[in-house]
């Protein structure tokens, strides 16, 4: 049980607190509302590229990682398909000096045109260093399309296209600041060695006095049921072949979100799951097998990725992957599978709450899909999972149409 | 409008290190030390055991990470299957590597299935069987992963770094080839692993809400069977033979960006100057706002990344600046770094520099302690590298007491430009 305690401020900002006396640090985590899905389609990685100006300081503090470093503390964000998180872990004493950097820099952030432009081409190596000049690293870019046709996961957080990046302008930058950076759309969680009652009190303090700005309603174009399989065939400089399959899934909050993950640690989570014994090691058609959930808020993708051996043709390492799971949906997983993934989950979960900045945002994140609550009621969906809802997910999932496919092949020398 | 800031900032309490002792052993009943690192409240238990069995100890070439990865394809009590399958049940997390100097196994576990989880650890660490049909197939797979890894820049800059530091004849410098992978034998492994792999020739650490509670079940599955009585492992110095200063260039064919690699010899954990490279390498290169960071990254927007370390394996120590890059920007890249360095070696820090580095370095070493999984890995930086008991005190009292004038002194000692290697990894 991770115990917390939860107030929302008159400005509508919720504020989350967990208590552990077992660090002497704490950290403020802060999720804003904001992710790619909310971009326009024709300026994608505008969220991302957001992310970065926020560390470009305000008139009060030029240089937001000066106090952070000064009060002995580390800090850091993302920006994924759903949201931005931000986090501050310091020493539980300098508390407060997180919560100055946060409120400054949400309501005073310096969009100067000269920072933007530095940022668009810190962003542009950023794509090329993980996207472009890794082997393998631009399969992310081709999926998203394959999947989705019109919901904006159709495209990937760091953007479409660089282009993209290139011609943003501090005008998009101000009303994307403005609409999304606000106490409405934003979730405080603090976890470490702290009294809730003084969080509360250093809430009201910095916070307070922000206004609200507007609750956003999302609505965003929901992606139909895909009838017909998608197949794309790239050829790139790699050494080998990389097989993808994608299926459609349920959303975050469905219940075939945690029947698919126990699922998928039954066929990919460990070396004795079903992929790395029988793709992998029994009849050698791939060297990695995995199967994993893209996990977005909105309804997401079950996707497997495998390295095709060397010899192997793909389409028959796909249909071999292909009848693995289409046994699923006609035979029961076993018992002991069962009980492996559930005890599995059991230590993941133990392991993940040792840090207190894992726990910080794990409650705001279940905050923003509804209620923060679920950080502990997870547990409970995870074990009541059955055999027979294994079954009739996996029939539902994995059927042909609704997969898309990516062969991507060693160009020929 | 948003309206402007009226609070004023506050009171920053200087950062503290807090404990940065290391904990005390415990000895099993033939002298295996068992380092006990206890807190927290999380119910798992992180048990660590630790070879003198890294890359150092090779007489074959690629021995020590293949008998690590082959530990749990089977044993002489259980094929590569079932004892996956045993580890997995437990839910239990099994990772095994070997560095340069050092290989070792990490298990995590529920505290209530500890003694299954325990007699299955011993079991892959003693008793693996090197069975062929496996070590084929990972002998297939490591290759292609290798393959893939022969396309990255970064991999490409490391090792010519490495192989100019140690000499590519050293066990440090060697550079992998697929012929290295053709060329090794069950029997290569079998007789890496009974030299290496013994009770009498490891340490463990505990980590845990209660680490004691492991110290009976180590006794009953790491004690018996006539093992010898322990003697402290040794890592042998060997043979390096250090390439002249100079650039290097490697190519990468159709790469958009080039990794470029400045490094120096530096100095072993040991030494005495080892701290207060630690200082030098963190202003430099070591954090966000570092001369670095805000040159390359923050003014030219050269890069996603730039960053400077001082390390050390078991045998000698080096200092490396490391980046991607576009393939336009590198020559620049290089003339920056090198502007950089010049100012640090004429030019004293200031105090507001180093205040902030004083600060984020305490903080990062109250980090480094922060819970008994943290506090383990920072026993085996102690241990595997002989670097003493009170290495983090005394990186603490660095940290407190270098002056600006000890810092330039470091500058001009090891960050010489005429002693640098000049790596760039990327198309032509």
Redesign the interface.
């Known amino acids: 049980m991770i115990g917390f305690v939860k107030q929302r401020l008159s400005n509508g900002l919720r504020v989350i607190v967990h208590r552990?006396e077992?660090?002497?640090?704490a950290t403020m985590n802060i999720l804003y509302d904001a992710g790619s899905r909310d971009e326009d389609p024709e300026a994608t990685g505008f969220a991302h590229l957001f992310e970065h100006l926020m560390?470009e300081g305000?008139?009060?503090?030029p240089?937001f990682?000066?106090?952070v470093?000064?009060?002995?503390?580390?800090n850091n964000a993302f920006t994924n398909n759903d949201l931005t998180n931000y986090y501050i872990?310091?020493?539980a004493?300098?508390l407060?000096?997180a919560?100055?950097l946060e409120s400054?820099r949400m309501?005073?952030l310096d969009l100067a045109e000269e920072r933007l432009?530095?940022?668009?081409?810190?962003?542009t190596?950023?794509f090329?260093?993980?996207y472009?000049?890794?082997?393998?690293g631009d399969l992310q870019l081709l999926l998203r399309p394959l999947a989705y046709r019109i919901h904006p996961y159709r495209w990937p957080a760091i953007g479409m296209d660089i282009s993209h990046i290139e011609k943003a302008d501090s005008n998009s930058a101000r009303k994307f600041y403005d609409r999304f950076y606000t106490p409405t759309n934003a979730i405080l969680s603090v976890a470490g060695n702290v009294d809730p009652e003084e969080v509360f009190r250093l809430a009201e303090?910095?916070f307070g006095?922000?206004?609200p700005g507007e609750k956003i309603f999302r609505n965003l174009p929901q992606e139909p049921e895909q009838e017909e399989r998608r197949e794309l065939t790239v050829y790139r400089?790699?050494?080998?072949a990389h097989l993808i399959m994608a299926f459609h899934m349920g959303s975050r909050e469905s219940r075939g979100f945690y029947v698919l993950d126990l699922l998928t640690d039954i066929l990919a989570g460990?070396?004795?799951?079903r992929f790395p014994?029988i793709l992998?090691?029994q009849k050698?058609l791939f060297?990695?097998a995995d199967i994993y959930l893209s996990g977005e808020a909105d309804p997401g993708l079950v996707i497997f990725s495998g390295?095709v051996?060397?010899g192997t043709d793909i389409r028959k390492a796909e249909e071999v992957v292909r009848s693995e799971l289409e046994r699923l949906a006609s035979e029961n997983v076993t018992a002991?599978e069962l009980?492996?993934a559930r005890?599995?989950?059991?230590?993941h979960r133990?392991?993940s709450?040792?840090?207190a900045s894992n726990k910080a945002f794990s409650l705001a994140y279940h905050e923003v899909l509804g209620d923060a609550e679920g950080i502990n009621t997870e547990h409970e969906q995870y074990m009541s999972v059955t055999a027979e809802e294994i079954v009739s997910t996996a029939r539902h999932t994995f059927r042909p149409g609704n997969c898309s496919a990516i062969h991507y092949l060693p160009s020929k020398k | 409008m948003r309206e402007k800031q009226k609070k004023t900032a506050p009171e920053i309490i200087t950062p503290s290190a807090g404990d940065t002792s290391l904990p005390k052993a415990e000895f099993l009943g033939k002298g295996v030390p068992v380092f006990m690192a206890g807190n927290g409240t999380v119910d798992l238990l992180r048990i660590e055991f630790v070879f003198p069995a890294g890359q150092v100890m090779e007489d074959v070439h690629m021995a020590a990470s293949t008998v690590s990865a082959m530990l749990t394809e089977g044993t002489l009590h259980h094929d590569a299957a079932s004892i996956n399958d045993l580890i997995d049940s437990t839910g239990a997390a099994l990772t095994h590597a070997a560095d340069k100097d050092t290989a070792g196994l990490v298990t995590v576990t529920l505290t209530r299935k500890l003694d299954d989880v325990l007699a299955l650890s011993a079991e892959v660490l003693f008793s693996p069987s090197f069975p062929e049909n496996e070590f084929r197939m990972l002998t297939d797979r490591r290759l292609q992963a290798f393959l893939t890894s022969r396309q990255r820049t970064s991999v490409i800059a490391r090792e010519a770094f490495y192989e100019a530091l140690c000499g590519g004849r050293s066990p440090y410098g060697r550079i992998t080839t697929e012929d290295d992978y053709r060329r090794l034998t069950t029997n290569n492994l079998r007789e890496f692993h009974m030299k290496h792999y013994r009770p009498d020739n490891m340490y463990v650490t505990v980590a845990g809400s209660d680490p004691w509670k492991a110290l009976p079940v180590l006794e009953k599955y790491f004690s018996g069977n006539g093992a010898d009585k322990w003697k402290k492992p040794v890592i042998p110095s060997p043979v390096l033979e250090t390439s002249a200063p100079g650039k290097i260039f490697r190519d990468v064919p159709d790469s958009v960006q080039s990794t470029v690699r400045i490094g120096w010899k530096g100095v072993i954990r040991s030494h005495p100057d080892y701290q207060s490279l630690q200082v030098a390498t963190m202003i430099l290169g070591g954090y966000f706002g570092s001369r670095l960071m805000r040159t390359i990254r923050e003014e030219k927007g050269y890069t996603y990344g730039i960053g400077a370390v001082a390390g050390a394996f078991h045998n000698i120590g080096y200092i490396t600046i490391m980046t991607d890059v576009a393939n336009a920007y590198r020559d620049q890249t290089v003339a920056e770094i090198r502007k950089e360095i010049e100012k640090l070696r004429t030019i004293e820090v200031s105090e507001e520099e180093m205040t902030l580095v004083r600060n984020h370095m305490m903080g990062e070493l109250a980090r480094t302690f922060d819970g008994p999984f943290s506090v383990a890995d920072a026993i085996r930086g102690i241990i595997d590298y002989d670097a003493g008991a009170d290495y983090y005190t005394r990186l603490a009292e660095t940290v407190r007491s270098i002056t600006p004038a000890r810092i330039m002194e470091i500058f001009i000692r090891y960050f010489n430009p005429a002693e640098a290697w000049e790596i760039i990894a990327g198309s032509r």
Do not use: H
């Not at chain 1, 077992?22 to 640090?25: A, K, L, S, V």
């Not at chain 1, 305000?58 to 503090?61: A, E, F, K, S």
């Open positions: 552990d077992g660090t002497p640090m560390f305000t008139r009060n503090i240089f990682d000066v106090p470093m000064m009060s002995g503390g580390e872990t310091l020493p004493n300098n407060e000096t919560f100055w400054d309501r005073g432009v530095n940022q668009k081409s810190v962003v190596e950023e090329r260093q993980r472009l000049n890794q082997p393998y303090k910095w006095v922000i206004p400089s790699v050494p080998s460990c070396d004795s799951a014994a992998v090691r050698e060297s990695e390295r051996r060397d002991a009980d492996k005890n599995r989950y059991e230590s133990l392991m709450y040792i840090s």
